[in-house]
C-alpha cells in the first residue's frame, strides 16, 4: 500500500478511480476499530464515476500503530494526505460512525477544503461521563490484554440480522487483529470528543446523512434527528443493514451516495 508521513507516523492509503471525474474526490474515513478495507464492496460500484481516496487512519490497518490519537490529530491526518496527493480543490468527505466524527473535526479544522459531507451511521452528541469513562477502562485493558474482548462485546450490536456469518467472522478476525496500541487511543480519542451539534447545524454545503435501518449503535431515530439540525441535509435509512451499510449492503449504500452526489452535481 502506499503510504505517507503525517507528522510522527508513517499512514497508509489506498486511491481508487478515475483522475478525469468531473466530481470532487470522495474521501472515505473509516469506522471503529476498522480500516479502509471497510469500504472494499463499495469501491468497485463508485470508482468508474468517481476518484475514491481511502486511508487508514493512525494506528489501524497498515498504518502505523501510535498512541497519539485524537479526533483531531486524525482529521490533520487525512488533510495532510490530501496535500500530499496535490488535492488543492475541495473534496466531500464521508465518514462512518467514528469515521463521522473525524468528519465533524475535518468540517471544523479545514472547512474550506469540502463541498459536501456524506454522514453514515453516526452521531453529533459526545459520550456520556459513563460511556466515556467505560471506554477508558476498555483502553486500559486493551493494552494489557490485547482487542479480543473488546471485539467480543462489541460484534453483536455492530452488523444486523441480515449479514452472512462468513463475513460476519471475517470482520471479526480483521477488528480483533487490530494493533492495540492503535486501538486504546482511538478509545481515549473516542471518549475526548467534543459535541458536534452547532458544526453540523452551521454547516453550508449538502450534507447527506445515511443509518442502516437495523443499526443498533446509531440509530435511524437518531440519524433524523441529525437531519433535522441542517436545512441542507438530507436522510436516507438503508434496508437490512446494522451499523455498517458498506459491508452489509454495498449496492443500496452507494446508490443513496451516488443519488446525492448526481443531486450535488445538478446544484
Ligand atoms: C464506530 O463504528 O466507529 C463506533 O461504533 C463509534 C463509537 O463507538 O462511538
Given at each position: 500500500?502506499?503510504?505517507?508521513?503525517?507528522?510522527d507516523?508513517?499512514?497508509?492509503?489506498?486511491?481508487?478511480?478515475?483522475?478525469?471525474?468531473?466530481?470532487?474526490?470522495?474521501?472515505?474515513?473509516?469506522?471503529?476499530?476498522?480500516?479502509?478495507r471497510?469500504w472494499?464492496?463499495?469501491?468497485?460500484?463508485?470508482?468508474?464515476?468517481?476518484?475514491?481516496?481511502?486511508?487508514?487512519?493512525?494506528?489501524?490497518?497498515?498504518?502505523?500503530?501510535?498512541?497519539?490519537?485524537?479526533?483531531?490529530?486524525?482529521?490533520?491526518?487525512v488533510?495532510?494526505?490530501?496535500?500530499?496527493?496535490g488535492?488543492?480543490?475541495?473534496?466531500?468527505?464521508m465518514?462512518?460512525?467514528?469515521?463521522?466524527?473525524?468528519?465533524?473535526?475535518?468540517?471544523?479544522?479545514?472547512?474550506?477544503?469540502?463541498?459536501?459531507?456524506?454522514?453514515?451511521?453516526?452521531?453529533?452528541?459526545?459520550?456520556?461521563?459513563?460511556?466515556?469513562?467505560?471506554?477508558?477502562?476498555?483502553?486500559?485493558?486493551?493494552?494489557?490484554?490485547?482487542?479480543?474482548?473488546?471485539?467480543?462485546?462489541?460484534?453483536?450490536?455492530?452488523?444486523?440480522?441480515?449479514?452472512?456469518?462468513?463475513?460476519?467472522?471475517?470482520?471479526?478476525?480483521?477488528?480483533?487483529?487490530q494493533?492495540?496500541?492503535?486501538?486504546?487511543?482511538?478509545?481515549?480519542?473516542?471518549?475526548?470528543?467534543?459535541?458536534?451539534?452547532?458544526?453540523?447545524?452551521?454547516?453550508?454545503?449538502?450534507?447527506?446523512?445515511?443509518?442502516?435501518?437495523?443499526?443498533?449503535?446509531?440509530?435511524?431515530?437518531?440519524?433524523?434527528?441529525?437531519?433535522?439540525?441542517n436545512?441542507?441535509?438530507?436522510?436516507?435509512?438503508?434496508?437490512?443493514?446494522?451499523?455498517?451499510?458498506?459491508?452489509?449492503?454495498p449496492?443500496?449504500?452507494?446508490?443513496?451516495?451516488?443519488?446525492?452526489?448526481?443531486?450535488?452535481?445538478?446544484?
Amino acid at each position: 500500500m502506499p503510504r505517507y508521513t503525517a507528522n510522527d507516523a508513517s499512514l497508509a492509503y489506498t486511491v481508487h478511480g478515475s483522475e478525469s471525474s468531473t466530481s470532487p474526490p470522495l474521501l472515505l474515513i473509516h469506522g471503529f476499530p476498522l480500516d479502509g478495507r471497510m469500504w472494499q464492496r463499495i469501491i468497485p460500484l463508485l470508482e468508474r464515476s468517481y476518484r475514491l481516496i481511502v486511508p487508514d487512519l493512525r494506528g489501524f490497518g497498515e498504518s502505523q500503530p501510535t498512541r497519539k490519537a485524537s479526533m483531531a490529530r486524525y482529521a490533520d491526518d487525512v488533510a495532510l494526505l490530501l496535500d500530499h496527493l496535490g488535492h488543492t480543490s475541495p473534496v466531500i468527505v464521508m465518514g462512518l460512525s467514528m469515521g463521522g466524527y473525524v468528519a465533524f473535526e475535518f468540517m471544523r479544522r479545514h472547512g474550506e477544503r469540502l463541498s459536501a459531507v456524506i454522514l453514515a451511521d453516526t452521531r453529533v452528541e459526545p459520550d456520556t461521563r459513563e460511556a466515556a469513562s467505560g471506554r477508558r477502562d476498555d483502553a486500559r485493558r486493551v493494552l494489557s490484554e490485547g482487542t479480543r474482548f473488546l471485539i467480543e462485546k462489541m460484534l453483536p450490536k455492530v452488523f444486523g440480522p441480515e449479514l452472512d456469518g462468513t463475513t460476519r467472522q471475517a470482520w471479526f478476525e480483521r477488528m480483533a487483529a487490530q494493533p492495540a496500541e492503535g486501538v486504546a487511543s482511538a478509545l481515549i480519542a473516542l471518549a475526548d470528543r467534543v459535541d458536534s451539534t452547532s458544526t453540523l447545524g452551521t454547516f453550508d454545503k449538502p450534507v447527506l446523512i445515511v443509518v442502516g435501518a437495523d443499526d443498533a449503535i446509531t440509530t435511524p431515530a437518531g440519524g433524523r434527528a441529525m437531519a433535522a439540525l441542517n436545512p441542507r441535509a438530507h436522510f436516507v435509512e438503508i434496508p437490512g443493514s446494522g451499523h455498517v451499510p458498506p459491508i452489509e449492503q454495498p449496492v443500496a449504500f452507494a446508490s443513496a451516495v451516488r443519488e446525492f452526489l448526481e443531486s450535488v452535481s445538478r446544484k
